[in-house]
């Protein structure tokens, strides 16, 4: 059996809109394309034709992808979690040691991801080492140009 993928329910709900709109909007649009170029006649030499038929095999990929995403999508009810130690949906403040500089993560589901919202996955070097910690715990976390230590200073849930 698989592992679960464990998630929010807005997660899963963005998944199942992507799910359908490649399903019922995308996949149509790529057979009438496919449709359309075999009409042209010879197919060996019709690059149209072959861009759309590989077009049509990456969305088949994707929707397979997402398919199997959500055969093991798990919702996790954040009330059953902790809230004294860093897990899924924790928001965690942290301070780099060597500069004092303050930074709020929020650890999510790889697929839950936002980078740019500083929500990072569990997965990541630095979500992977604060899994688990208590507020005054300092970590460490490799990157390329060395280590960096962090204390995480607060963890909270929304």
């Known amino acids: 059996m698989s592992e679960p993928l464990y998630m ?19 996949r149509p649009k790529i057979v009438a394309e496919i449709k359309r170029c075999m009409e042209m006649g010879d197919l060996s030499e ?5 861009a759309a038929k590989e077009a049509q095999t990456h969305l088949e990929h994707k929707i397979a992808d997402l398919e199997y995403k959500l055969s093991r999508a798990q919702v996790i009810d954040t009330a059953d979690i902790p809230s004294d130690k860093v897990y ?14 303050e930074i709020e993560y929020t650890i999510a589901p790889p697929d839950e991801t936002d980078v740019d919202n500083d929500i990072i996955s569990v997965k990541s070097p630095i979500g992977a ?12 976390v490799k990157v390329p140009a060395g280590t960096i230590e962090y204390k995480i200073l607060k963890i909270s849930r929304d």
């Not at 019709?46 to 072959?50: D, G, K, L, V």
């Not at 899924?88 to 500089?101: I, K, M, P, Q, Y």
Request: aromatic share 6%; glycine share 8%; net charge negative.
């Open 46 to 50: 019709n690059a149209e034709y072959h």
């Open 88 to 101: 899924l949906f924790a928001r965690v403040l942290v301070e780099d040691t060597s500069d004092g500089e």
């Open 129 to 140: 080492a604060m899994l688990g910690k208590s507020e005054g715990d300092l970590i460490q």
């Open 8 to 26: 929010s329910k807005e997660g899963i709900l963005k998944l199942e809109a992507e799910l359908k709109q490649l399903k019922f909007k995308e």
